[in-house]
């Protein structure tokens, strides 16, 4: 039996220890916001924050997730900055590569609340969108950080 | 998402429905609002409801790959139908004839189709509706219809300040007959058309609520992954099923002729299920076949006779007279898909009927398809369409339907096929490879009287449409040259060429190919324009008036072109290192020129594109945020194929497995992208492919502006550019 902490929730699931955090939270929880794209952390479709830190959860193992603070695209506000700046700038084409994407800029954004252009390079060049929605995730970020900063980060 | 066109369907409507049917000779309109009889005979391919809760609900045929398709086509019926956008919702329709585009004469979301195939049915469609509903209201407040107006999802009368919602009106509307040529509002009335609307599927996929096809989940469901062949042609000698159904959660093998299913509860469990299987296979039918095998078998396939595609005047003698005479070959290697949502088909086979929920391009094939595999009758097979995570189109082919369907089939319950990123990439159908071998002459004056174009590709139609391919010429393949004789698209080189040779020769290589986002145009404008602009070069002239030189007869053509050096400022000088290049090419009926600015670094061979700026002519842009979100897109990839992109081949099969050593773009390459939508009456062009193709080209004029070296192969990796920066040195 493994024990998870979800999105403030807590589940326990029969899994081997060693399957993927992100079989565990698709097949199991049914959260199924969060994607697989690759298999080996090289996509960042399956971003979730662990612990506030942006990972990847089908490089961690189900057990390696226990007693840990995860949360998944499910679980980020409904009026957080991200989510807004996405609609605002309508970012998103096919969207599947997107849940993760934003919990990557979610997490870049508690770190560095107005990144730079190299932070936002350094962050951002670890997920990849087909659809080609850079200059858009970019302008999106932007938005983002004038939305947190005038207060509409969590109410 | 069990919706199908039958009977019933309209039958359950409760409010007002309206149907169109779309053939390619024209719309007919009808009241399908709870009528049985008027169904017999009528073949509807679009349909909305207006429901007394006051919402209006659409479906369309065609699949949302993240082009926004659905946004547009609501677009255009909420503008017509004069509804307030906020009652709006569209979901996809089932796999139906009645579904066609009439563009393809198939329901398949390619060729970017949906909007130009669409528009004028489905304002028809629109304004027969507001012109039901004022008719009702009219007659419910016993007034002249003259004085009642449709405003924003309500029938008013201004004189006496009454109104009432179309929710209110729907059932009353029902009762009346349908007009045919119901009056359109003038472009200037607009409410929606015209304007950067927002996506109506965007707020449900930042939520991560969007279902897509890998998000299906059917009670008793179990997950298959395939064991596939690791060299083209290659057959199984031997595999250990018993070993695999002895594993932990999974429940049955099922041999296949595409490899070996394996079915568990889990992927998990079907992936060491995989592993246990341990299959053996022999080395397939062209064991010796690497990169360095196909490009010099695509090369050296220039050498060998073809079949004639094109003889316009005679390009052999004007070769001859010409006073500079210029030929080059060009290469462009395989290119992946790589949608980043992997194939996967959901299916469901049991008691003479067959569910697939599937993120497909093409609903009736993978119904036909379905229908074939499952043995159930094709009137019994139901296609449910979710999401794509992309489309590219890799998902017009049925094959991840196929496999599903034999899963459930030999399982006997519902079985979700999942392709990990490794399948993904190994077995997909690629853009095809291509040689060309071009010659063209100039006269004194600098003008082009001659051109002769031996083109060696993979044939696209081979598979899926055999018919089509007539005397050894495909003309998908050559998409970008040349069209069908009798194409609508423009598909074609756009220059005016009087003595015009083209030959084609298929290869015989044993890759798939398939569709890739703007078809050949993509591969096939890299040699065309950057020839051109070699061409410009020799005959001493700009490349930018060279070419509007020689589209006299194409001036949509040179309207975006000299849109495009306008806004990009062609003609002013860049810093040492630096260079700009510009390309045009048109598809699917839209226009489009980009101009590049890039820095190369002649130490490492490093190319760093600092900004695009783009020109488009698309007709009549019905959501200029999607236009330019896709312009966008496709200047993204095609970059990304012009500096990165190439699959790997070894030991006769796919060597590239993942994101990992199939390199694509990323943040760090990204530059400042501009997009400049042409105001434009013209006839409506697509818009999901044609940003693609100049962008390569223009990379490579690029290049040369900065550096003085012409590479004619994509990639232009750091190591291709380096080595042509020192031959050129040497």
Known sequence: MISLNVNGKNYRVDVPDDMPLLWVIRDYLKLTGTKFGCGIGECGACTVHIEGKAERSCGISAKDAQGKKITTIEGLPQNHPVKKAWIQEQVVQCGYCQPGIMMQVAALLSESPKPNAEKIINAMDNVICRCGTHVRIRRGIKTAVQIAGKGGKQS | MTTSISRRTFLKATGLTIAVSVTPFGARLLNASGKEEALSGFKPNIWYEITPDDRVAITVGASEMGQGAHTALAMIIADELEA??????????????????????????????????????????????????????????KVPEGECQAEKGTVQHKKTGRNFSYGKLCVAAAKLQIPQNPPLKKESEFRY?????????????????????????????????????????????????????????????????????????SLYAALKGRDALNVKWDKGTHPQLDNDFI???????LD????????????????????????????????????????????????????????????????????????????????HTTFLGCGLGRRAAPDFVVEAVIASKGLGKPVKV??????????????????????????????????????????????????????????????????????????????????????????????????????????????????????????????????????????????????????????????????????????????????????????????????????????????????????????????????????????????????????????????????????????????????????????GNAIFNATGVRIRRIPFAPETVLAAIKEKKA
């Open chain 2, 418 to 699: 999942v392709w990990t990123r490794e399948e993904d990439i190994k077995y997909d159908a690629f853009r095809a490879a291509t040689s060309h071998r071009i010659q063209a002459g100039i006269d004194d004056q600098g003008r082009l009287i001659g051109w002769s174009h031996k083109v060696v590709s993979g044939s696209i139609m081979k598979d899926i449409a055999p018919e089509a391919v007539q005397g050894g010429v495909d003309f998908m393949s050559l998409w970008g040259l040349a069209d069908f004789p009798d194409s609508p698209h423009d598909n074609r080189i756009m220059y005016d060429l009087p003595n015009l040779y083209i030959e084609f020769l298929i290869s015989d290589l044993p890759i798939p190919v398939a569709p890739w986002r703007s078809v050949q145009n993509g591969a096939n404008a890299f040699p065309i324009e950057s020839f051109i602009d070699e061409l410009a070069h020799a005959a001493g002239k700009d490349p930018l008036e060279f070419r509007l030189q020689h589209l006299k007869t194409n001036w949509r053509a040179a309207r975006v072109l000299e849109t495009v050096a306008k806004k990009a400022g062609w003609g002013k000088s860049l810093p040492k290192g630096q260079g700009r290049g510009i390309a045009q090419h048109s598809c699917f009926r839209s226009y489009v020129a980009e101009v590049v600015d890039l820095s190369v670094n002649e130490k490492t061979g490093g190319v760093k594109v600092n900004r695009v700026v783009a020109a488009v002519d698309c007709g009549l842009a019905v959501n200029p945020n999607t236009v330019k979100a896709q312009i966008e897109g496709s200047i993204t990839i095609a970059l990304s194929t012009a500096l990165k992109e190439e699959v790997k081949f070894s030991n006769g099969g796919v060597k590239s497995a993942n994101f990992d050593d199939y390199k694509i773009i990323r943040m760090n390459d990204i530059p400042e992208i501009e997009v400049h939508i042409v105001d434009s009456k013209e006839k409506m062009g697509g818009i999901g492919e044609p940003g693609v193709p100049p962008l390569a080209p223009a990379v």
């Open chain 2, 295 to 301: 490009e010099k078998s695509l090369i050296g396939d």
């Open chain 2, 84 to 141: 307030n956008w906020k009652q709006i919702k569209v979901s996809h329709g089932p796999a139906a004839k009645e579904f066609k585009n009439p563009i393809w004469d198939d329901q398949i979301t390619v060729g970017s189709a949906s909007v130009r195939g669409f528009y004028e049915p489905l304002r028809k469609a629109g304004a027969a509706g507001r012109a039901m509903l004022i008719k009702a209201a009219a007659s419910s407040w």
């Open chain 2, 304 to 383: 060998k006779p073809g079949a004639k595609v094109i003889e316009n005047g005679d390009a052999k003698r004007a070769l001859g007279e010409a006073k500079k005479k210029v030929e080059a070959t060009y290469f462009v290697p395989f290119v992946a898909h790589t949608t980043m949502e992997p194939m996967n088909c959901t299916a469901y086979v049991r008691d003479g009927q067959c569910d697939v929920w599937a993120p497909t391009q093409g609903q009736l094939v993978a119904q036909l398809v379905a229908s074939q595999v499952s043995g159930v009758p094709l009137e019994k097979v139901q296609i």
């Open chain 2, 193 to 265: 058309i015209g304007k950067a609307m927002p996506r109506l599927d965007i707020p449900e996929k930042v939520t991560g609520a969007a279902k897509f096809g890998l998000d299906v989940d059917i009670p008793n469901m179990e997950i298959a992954v395939f064991s596939r062949p690791p060299a083209y042609g290659a057959k199984p000698i031997s595999f250990d099923q018993k070993a695999a159904e002895g594993v932990k959660g999974v429940s049955k093998v099922v041999p296949a002729p595409m490899g070996i299913a394996v079915c568990a509860e």
